[in-house]
């Protein structure tokens, strides 16, 4: 049998082209470390221009997790938790990082991965209705992911209403943006990274799943934030020394507009993806719209598909239908999709 083709994740090959050019024409070179480098100097001033945040700061980590933890640790009192949705990252895939800080994952129900204000709002009108809040965790923070765990989106919208709940109660807003670019592509939403910048105290902008070797931007917005968060990244094994490889990735990215790029061709692919699963009567479990798609299979239909390819059954079903998901990335191909769907 020929080699299957992988949609198991959007980051199961190396890196964009370009990058790997630019890692290995600057390999020789002598910097000074720890983010302090001009290639990170160039990439901090581009993703702010990207923004039109002149007044940010921008600080480049290796994973989502670490970016997620970090944040948490310096945003919150050591009496308050983080609000988030049953299927949010930090709330099942980070192996307790979060808890391991000191705080909680205060959980509130979703549809599709999506938080509304209205749920949120409800939350924290409870928590302050007990008399009895004093004695518990304290809400303090909202973590939103875009694009969610199931692929979903949050329009302009959306995301002005959740901003009004943050203001009303006191909660910090934070977007992990560990898939932005895909959700940038959606034109649709309304969002874009100055709308980020305007509405969120912070927000990252996720690279690992975008064509870089690895890496993550922060964007801190809210000035009580800033300070000394270079510290904190210190603490938490987050001050790469030879940072100037992840400076080097994030000028490349923003460079020309390729970060955009990237998002457009994942998305691209998982359209013509899921046109082929719909015009053979396949359901999915959350819409479609990004470059994760969770498509429902028999049994039968599963080990058909593991023939051809390599993807994540992420669980079962009441039915027995199983939640299998197919990831797109910047190296995906049509002739990859072809095999899957053999005429």
Known sequence: MSERVSFQNDYNTGCHPRILEALSKTNAERTTGYGLDRYSEEARTLIKEACCAPDADVHFLVGGTQVNLTVT??????????IAAETGHINVHEAGAIEATGHKVLVVESRDGLLS??????????????????????????????????????RLNDLQEIRKVADQWGLALYVDGARLASALAIEETGIDLPV????????????????????????????S????????????????????????????????????????????????????????????????????????MDEREESLFEERAVFERISILEDGRRICRFVTS???????????FPH
């Open 73 to 82: 640790a310096g945003v919150l009192r050591p009496w308050q938790g983080v």
């Open 117 to 154: 204000a209205e749920a949120i709002d409800r939350f924290c009108r409870m928590f302050y209705d007990d008399p009895t809040a004093e004695h518990m965790v304290q809400p303090g923070m909202i973590y939103l992911s875009q694009t969610t765990e199931l692929g979903t989106v949050y």
């Open 196 to 223: 980020l910048a305007e509405l969120c105290d912070v927000f990252s902008i996720g690279g690992t799943k975008c064509g870089a070797l690895f890496g993550e931007a922060v964007v801190i917005t809210k000035d």
């Open 225 to 296: 934030l800033k300070q000394d968060f270079r510290s904190l990244m210190k603490q938490r094994g987050g001050l790469l020394a030879k940072g100037r490889l992840l400076g080097i990735q994030y000028r490349e990215l923003f460079r020309d507009g390729l970060y955009k790029e990237i998002g457009r061709h994942e998305n691209d692919m998982a359209a013509a993806l899921a046109s082929r699963f719909m015009a053979r009567g396949f359901e999915f479990f959350a819409p479609p719209v990004s470059n994760q798609l969770f498509v429902l």
């Open 330 to 340: 910047f190296s995906t191909e049509m002739a990859e999709i072809d095999t899957l």
